[in-house]
């Protein structure tokens, strides 16, 4: 009992009974001291082992890919989705009281639109350098492509030929008149197609061509790229522009009436003797505020590797972000293409410019 009264464990007593009674009482209190340190270390984990995620992709076409995450690494992902625009103003509200550590939308113009709002952070990370081409990530680091899709041009077999095609800017060829349906000027896909062209051509250029292409619509821009296909197929006009994705969709889905349409229409690569067609991408950036900015990057190398990528273009219909992972078979079926490699960070700082020439051009 010395060695305890010198440590200041026990008291002094008369009698061992009393020695007893008091080095009881600071057990008890050591053992609950300990228990309360457990409990708030456990607490502790258990928060560090999530992730909050805010997605403009349907849940449908990511979901499945955070559950894989999960069970590999035991960190829990909680989803939220919701239209890209909302999504984007959500966090600018909540600032550094975002629960979000990770923002997925899609087009390079929505990256950098969130990264203008500065709602994003810079990240390094060696992985996603190596696997990610240097144009589909932004130079920094604030976002990184996941998914790569294209916007080609489709034709109705029947009524067009692809030996009359060859690049975007022939679209405003006045032969063309009353020929092509196109989604409105409000879409970020437009958008981001005129930011290429101005980058590739100037203002002056792609506002004449944009005019002459109004000229040519066959109606007013309305629905969705799947219902530019559907009006192509079904006569309403004879070429129609659209991402891969929604190509591959309608191909194999489950709806009769869009595998019929899209076998109507076939695929044609423009601008294969210049730049290249225009391409975009899915991405992600790790949100500024993020409360789990580990997980966050964790996820997103999971993201980047070979499995998911693999997913992406089986499940998705589009194109891998990383060149050593191939294609689908439907997608390989569409032919191999060039694409423009423009960093697609500039489509983002051309989308103003693009706007207005759009404005300005009559593109409804």
């Not at 464990?9 to 008091?22: A, G, P």
């Not at 092509?180 to 409000?186: D, G």
């Not at 792609?206 to 619509?217: G, H, I, R, S």
Request: with cysteine; net charge positive.
């Amino acid at each position: 009992m010395r060695f305890y009264y010198h440590l200041g464990i026990v008291e002094k007593s008369s009698t061992s009974k009393d020695y007893k009674i008091v080095f009881s009482a600071y057990i008890r209190i050591i053992l609950c001291a300990i228990f309360m340190l457990s409990t708030t270390a456990a607490m502790a984990n258990t928060a560090a082992s999530e992730v909050n995620v805010y997605s403009a992709r349907k849940e449908a076409l990511i979901k499945p890919l955070l559950d894989r995450f999960t069970q590999e690494t035991g960190i829990k992902v909680n989803l939220v989705t919701g239209k890209a625009d909302a999504l984007l103003k959500r966090l600018e509200t909540e600032g550094r009281n975002t629960p979000a550590d990770m923002l997925i939308t899609t087009d390079a113009g929505r990256l950098y639109r969130a990264q203008q709002a500065d709602v994003l952070q810079a990240i390094q990370s060696k992985t996603l350098e190596q696997v990610i081409p240097a144009n589909y990530r932004e130079p920094a680091g604030y976002w990184y492509g996941l998914s790569v899709r294209a916007r080609p041009i489709f034709f109705a077999k029947d009524r067009a030929k692809a030996s009359d095609l060859s690049s975007y800017e022939q679209l405003a060829d006045q032969r063309f008149k009353g020929q092509i349906c196109i989604r409105s000027s409000n879409n970020i896909y437009n958008q981001s197609l005129v930011a290429s062209m101005i980058k590739a051509n100037g203002v002056e250029k792609t506002e004449q061509w944009a005019k002459n292409l109004v000229k040519n619509m066959a109606r007013p821009p309305r629905g969705g790229d799947r219902d530019q296909i559907r009006a192509a197929a079904s006569g309403q006009c004879n070429i129609a522009i659209a991402n891969t994705y929604y190509f591959g969709a309608m191909m194999a889905g489950k709806k009769q009436k869009d595998r019929t349409a899209a076998s109507k229409m076939a695929l044609f690569w423009p601008n294969q003797d210049t730049r290249g067609t225009h391409v975009n991408i899915s991405g992600a950036g790790i949100t500024k505020h993020a409360k789990h900015r580990t997980n966050a990057i964790l996820l997103l190398e999971f993201l980047a590797n070979k499995s998911s990528q693999k997913w992406y273009a089986e499940t998705n219909h589009e194109y891998p972000v990383r060149n050593d992972v191939e294609a689908s078979a439907l997608l390989k079926s569409w032919g191999n293409f060039k694409s423009d490699a423009v960093n697609l960070s500039i489509l983002g700082q051309y989308n103003s410019e693009a706007v207005k020439v759009m404005d300005r051009a009559g593109w409804k």
